[in-house]
């Protein structure tokens, strides 16, 4: 059963070969690069890709470069075992799992910025964070040629740079966004949720909340300053240690709205701390 | 006949419809970018691909991106007419010659960076010229998606950028870099010697012959310090007006050999101004 023989490949001629291989025999070929730790929001992109195509490439790789000095890079959750009977389980026809030095070689030296949407939110709460990501896709978009690429919008700003690259740089794949897989209190599923203590699991759901009635209020009228107040005061009453940020942001390229009403698409987003866990969400107005 | 007959798209879906067309017949492809204003050096990078490859592109586009504020982006010379027919003469297939809009259309909001090689000499010299040249260079190849790309190594720096980059980023091509080609007196061909007047002209190739010099008194076992002391004194001699750099440099990084004598492969470049024109060279040590 293919659920049991997910292959593995770990160096990029591997992965091109296999590819290659494929897309020569006329097969669609799709990509979800993730970071392993895989939950139900990870299985839905590859339930996306074989939706949209014949073949579904996945790939885990803990990218050492989007993490900051003082971010949980080392302690990140790393399963390739249960991952990789998870991603057979979905359906999933191969997996790429490189190391580092495969990824970055000795005299790497290129780096990948872009402005503008990687600039707020996470762009400013993480120094670094987004060039990292932006370079780390490009690689691997590069390495596995695939026909359409997939990522969840639960990193919806993570999307919208992806989106601008590949745009900008002429990447020739088509970028998927698949909708955010959340539990049944309304938490966005996350492979840091993990590193929550049942308290701290608790506290968690209320972000969805506060995120949901950000976007009744703003549809209500109410202005842009008032919402994001609310929703800021909402997520510390509720027990969040720090909020990095709770805005309301445009969909185009993630510009401020302004503080008065807003009637164009926007999208609201959340970051905050439990303990040394740092959660992020995000809702459509 | 072919020599009449060069076609032009503008577009890059017209560029990728052909490439695409022809590797799917199973024919190679090889591409020269340029800014145009072509010269025999150009010449040689279309027959360098005729010889590697089933087919030849060359694309002309003066990038704004790799100009800095004080430099000629709006003298550079410009002549798509006359470069169109020598291409068609040198055997070339296709011109791709894209507008600015079509490269950097609005929101356009990324920029590579490659660190070490690209920051001695010319790095130092003009800041942020390779990072238009590697972002621009990057679209290029993803537009083109040729199976092999010539550069000239009169721009030594430049294609190490470029075979960094490609490198780094996991481009699927392979980078060539074709000879210098020199006039009678061993001046380098420049789009930029049209400038000179006869007078700086007949310095101009006296630029040539300071490095053939400094190349045998390497070989000779002379201190790579005084090497580079004696070059950047014989330009000054003879009339250059500013010498940005006369320096020996380890072929495999650029990186500087230190000040004694240099048994490591190297290479020896200059950089000097003649009025308003700026002229580099550089030799193989």
Known sequence: MAAENLPIVRTVAALRAQVEAWRD???KVAFAPTMG???EGH???IRLGLDRADRVVASIFVNPTQFGPNEDFDRYP???AGDSALLAGAGCHLLFAPSVQEMYPHGFA???TVTGVSEPLDGAARPGHFNGVATVVTKLLN???PDIAIFGEKDYQQLQVIRRLVRDLDLPVEVVGAPIARAEDGLALSSRNAYLDSAQRQIAGQMNKALADAVARLAAGESVERVEATGRAALE???FETVDYFEVRLVEDLSHPGP????APARVFAAAHLGRTRLIDNMGA
Not at 260 to 263: D, E, F, L, R
């Open 110 to 112: 290129t780096t990948i």
């Open 43 to 45: 299985l839905s992109l």
């Open 37 to 39: 730790a895989l939950h």
């Open 25 to 27: 025999s006329g097969l």
């Open 260 to 263: 008065g009403p807003c009637s």
């Open 143 to 145: 390495q596995a040629r």
């Open 78 to 80: 790393r399963n390739e």
């Open 237 to 239: 009453r509720h027990g």
